[in-house]
């Protein structure tokens, strides 16, 4: 029977080709009309010893009764058709899952070809793949899929390490989440031309992917879809609207083109180390790009800094917002200057940018957010404006570089774990502004000798503020240090003078 040609190809898939930065790319062609099991015979048929099975099922659960015990040991490929059940599939996955096949000598992987079979689930013939079906089949080398199937369940082939061929009809609508997560083996998959949507992780941690085409009619890309392949460009179909996050995470992508019609895409999409510019093409609505930086369409919302871009990077003054972790990951940024109005700094906004050593903020800015520079591990200054009012939760946690900071005179509150595990840093002044100081907020500086209040009135705090109290010198007011001896917290340090 002649169909249309949807097989993945282990060899030979389409070649997604690299994307101009400013017009619409050539999209591959869909592949010419031809057998999809001929190509699937072409592609897995050759030089391979088969030890094959034929059999057919007139009733749903005998293929446990027609496999032989000497067939666990020899057979590589089982074809079947007719009906079969959950007992059948697990006989199958049973056989899948054998850590090794013998075959005149040698080790061979398996081949399942249920082209012609059909799942009955105790109740009426359906065209749904059961979930986790033939999940962790270790020695599963290729599989034709029934026909008539419209769905995959979830995981239905999670972890098949060896998995490289799956040969799928355009009858497919529909892949649960996690369809092939953990297939290692897999370089090239062909999308169903039906498919609406591609699920959460559905590719997730197949290492070797490097070629994905998708149809026409892709309308979402869900989180993590992509994550974790070898994937070094993508070709998105013009229906393409939304990606989601971490979709093509941890890839070689290095340029992320945003087509004119996507227009719900998660700002983390892209993220990997290798990611080292956006374009956007001109006509999106949602979205523009700037220095090859992610902004809104107006250009007043920076959205994104790519995680390979280097050096330093001064925000524009027309920019009116930054989204929380903009910068979050980068390994190479090194300094950030803004010149832009911000009345506080985003969550996570330089979470672990590993390289950044200098930050200046804006004058106006109020509050620095929660986790905002927690890993910069080479973080080394930060000029804080003088209109700053509030350090957030671990805003500086982890900041292992930093030696010392100046606190601006009319900070209020320094919260909870703030300056936890900065290592380096041997002093601080507290302004008499503060009027609290969270738990924890000093824990684990191993290098503190010293922190100095200068407000003669003791701050707000828990019983937790340091854990070197022996150490580290209390300095206070004159007149104030039996305030601070007998508030909660402070009354702890061993030296206060």
Known sequence: MNLKHIAMCLMAAVALSSLPTNSMAQRPQRRAADTWRGDYHRLTGRGVDMSVLTLHLRHPGELKLQIRPEDHKTVTTIVLDGAINDADIRVLADLAKRKSIIVKGKERKAFLDLENARYYDGKKFSDRLPSNAFRDCSSLRSIVLPFRLRELGNSAFADCKR????????????????????????????????????????????????EVSMPEGIEVIGTRAFSSTNLSVVNLPRTVHTIGKQAFSNTNIRQAFFPAWVTNCDPHAFDNNNLYEYVVEEGNVQYSSRDGLLYSNDGHELIAYPAHRNGTYIIPADVTKVRNDAFRGNMSLEEVVMECHLNALGEAMFKNCSALRSVTLPEGMTVIGKEAFRGCKALTHVAMPASLKCIDSEAFRACKGMTSIQLPPALEIINEAAFDYCTKLQDISVPATVTMVGNKAFYNCDALVRI????????LATEKINDNLKKIILVVPSGSADAYRSATGWKKFRNIQ
Do not use: H, W
């Open 452 to 459: 100095v209040m200068q407000g003669s009135v003791p701050p």
């Open 163 to 210: 998995l490289e061929v799956v040969a799928i009809s355009d009858n497919v609508e529909i892949f649960g989440k996690n369809v092939f997560e953990g297939c290692e083996s897999l370089t090239s998959f062909y999308i169903p031309d039906n498919m609406r949507s591609i699920p959460e992780q559905a590719f997730y941690r197949c290492y070797a992917l490097k």
